[in-house]
């Protein structure tokens, strides 16, 4: 059974700073991302990455930093600059890469909530 437990969301300042972490378990995977989804909006894809292929929502770009330690089947979302919109429910997810597109699968975590609120 293919499984995705997050971890490591909270509450932090604007400006501050949180590290998400995803254990995957039951399978290996070619290419993972992190989701969010916000109250009353749709889930988007906040980065994933393959061997060779990152890709990252653009209001992240510089502040978020995706990485991946195959070797224990972790995934990792280091947050900096964190901003009031970036407020949300963060996923896990396992998937694959078709061309430069990102392809979730049904798999997913249970989330993590990240608050960024003075």
């Known amino acids: 059974q293919v499984q995705m437990v997050e971890s490591g969301g909270g509450l932090v300042h604007p400006g501050g700073s949180l590290r998400l972490s995803c254990a995957a378990s039951?399978?290996?995977?070619?290419?993972m991302g992190w989701y969010r989804q916000a109250p009353g909006k749709e889930r988007q894809l906040v980065a994933a990455?393959?061997?060779?292929?990152?890709t990252y929502l653009d209001s992240v770009k510089g502040r978020f930093t995706i990485s991946r330690d195959s070797a224990k089947n972790m995934l990792y979302l280091e947050m900096n600059s964190l901003r009031p919109e970036d407020t949300a429910v963060y996923y896990c997810?396992?998937?694959?890469?078709?061309?430069?597109?990102?392809?979730?699968?049904?798999?997913w975590g249970q989330g993590t909530q990240v608050t960024v609120s003075s």
């Open positions: 990455m393959a061997s060779g292929k990152t």
């Open positions: 039951g399978s290996t995977f070619s290419a």
């Open positions: 997810n396992a998937g694959y890469y078709s061309g430069s597109r990102y392809v979730p699968s049904g798999v």
